[in-house]
């Protein structure tokens, strides 16, 4: 079995538990790795998931911990678009829940922060076939959010001047 195979077996069965327990459908919005390999985007290999923390409640952690090793990320303290809606991809293989992988640009802009050698790698994988316009568009956002952490907006500050000069854009 391939890894998105894999991935996406888990999110099955944790729809099936979601509707087992008459947890009422919920959006869940992927990116990192995960994301990357859901999306299409790239394929390599990784078993945890990451995604938007949209304040679940409990009841939705009991179908979240199907997923096993997964990271929720906060939009306060992440270089997270409040308009990645908009541009997410939704899997339609999914019929109960709403599941969505961000765009390579909101992919690209979340991985700035951290900007770790797994994530330039997919800095330029994913940087190939996404709109540079579309991430400046991003960045602004972000940079003039009210509610994001202020060290944040400096590092994505920074970050996003070093990706300027790596692809020259």
């Known amino acids: 079995m391939d890894i ?40 390599r290999m990784t078993m945890d998931y990451d995604f938007v923390n949209l304040n679940y409640n409990a009841n939705i952690g009991r179908a979240l911990a199907i997923l096993g090793d997964y990271d929720m990320v906060e939009s306060e303290l992440a270089p997270i678009s409040n308009t990645m809606r908009v541009r997410a991809k939704k899997l ?7 599941i969505y992988v961000l765009s390579r640009e909101d992919i690209i802009v ?9 994530d330039k790698q997919d800095i330029d994988i994913l940087i190939k ?41």
């Open 129 to 169: 076939e996404a709109s540079i316009d579309t991430i400046y568009k991003i960045v602004d956002e972000i940079l003039n959010r009210d509610d994001i952490n202020n060290k944040v907006k400096s590092i994505l500050t920074t970050k996003i001047n070093t990706l300027r000069k790596m692809y020259n854009v």
């Open 4 to 43: 998105k195979q894999a991935l996406m077996n888990k999110i099955y069965d944790m729809e099936k538990v979601a509707q087992a327990l008459d947890i009422p459908p919920f959006e869940i919005f992927f990116l990192g790795g995960s994301g990357c390999i859901l999306g299409d985007y790239i394929y």
């Open 110 to 118: 979340s991985k700035l922060c951290r900007f770790n050698d797994k």
């Open 92 to 98: 339609t293989e999914f019929k109960y829940l709403d």
